[in-house]
């Protein structure tokens, strides 16, 4: 089934670094994402990571995966309050017809205390 | 066009009256979606397109709602007989349907419906 859990809320100091989690349960996802909202607007894609690897790093964004566990962590590093948004978590399933359908989470926000 | 665009951007309807939400995705992108996010809620799946056909109408949260996309492009989010518990944004995303790689859904900036 396709269930992608978060935490609601996150509050952090600029300059620390940020972890977002992330569970999910279908473990035939493809990719798993991460996208930012910030207010006003609509998603934009963060990054994203590949079922077969474990970890990914892009500046100061790390994504972990655990496929075991069906758990994705994003680490920002250094926060800024630029940082601050909502992150969406992601999977992507293939439907019955081939397609591609992407579940996302509930969201969490992220505060950057200056 | 260079995004995804939805308009009207922001909308304040009467109870009881019909609505009508639109969405032109990116050129080319043969797979477009409507989303609902409430406040202090994730997204709600609504509807998905593939071309003009809609393979997954499960999200549709009653028969109020319905949707169209004529041409392969422009799709159209009709809500009927508006109820306050529609006042929500409604995100639309497009994508190229089949992928290899990391590419992911490009989203437009939604539409905040007010149902007063």
């Known amino acids: 089934g396709e269930d992608v859990e978060q935490s609601l809320f996150l509050s952090v100091r600029e300059g620390d670094s940020s972890v977002i989690n992330c569970t999910y349960t279908d473990s035939s996802s493809t990719y798993l994402y991460w996208y930012k909202q910030e207010p006003g607007a609509g998603l934009q894609l963060l990054t994203y990571i590949f079922s077969n690897m474990d970890m990914k790093q892009d500046q100061r964004l790390t994504v972990l995966l655990n496929k075991k566990d069906k758990h994705l962590s994003l680490r920002i590093a250094d926060t800024q309050t630029g940082d601050s948004a909502i992150y969406f978590c992601?999977?992507?399933?293939?439907?019955?017809?081939?397609?591609?359908?992407?579940?996302f989470g509930t969201g969490t926000k992220l505060q950057v205390i200056p | 066009g260079a995004g995804v665009s939805q308009s009207p951007s922001n909308k304040v309807t009467e109870k009881g009256k019909d609505v009508e939400l639109r969405c032109d995705p990116i050129?080319?992108?043969?797979?477009l979606y409507w989303y609902r996010q409430s406040l202090g809620q994730g997204l709600e799946f609504l509807i998905y397109f593939q071309g003009n056909s809609a393979p997954d109408k499960s999200g549709l949260p009653s028969d109020r709602f319905s949707a169209e996309r004529t041409g392969g492009s422009v799709s159209t989010l009709t809500i009927q007989r508006t109820q306050q518990e529609d006042s929500a944004v409604y995100l639309c995303a497009s994508s190229l349907s089949r992928v290899a790689g990391g590419y992911g859904y490009t989203f437009g900036s939604g539409t905040r419906l007010t149902v007063v």
């Open positions: 050129s080319g992108h043969t797979a």
């Open positions: 992601a999977e992507r399933l293939e439907d019955s017809g081939g397609y591609q359908k992407v579940t």
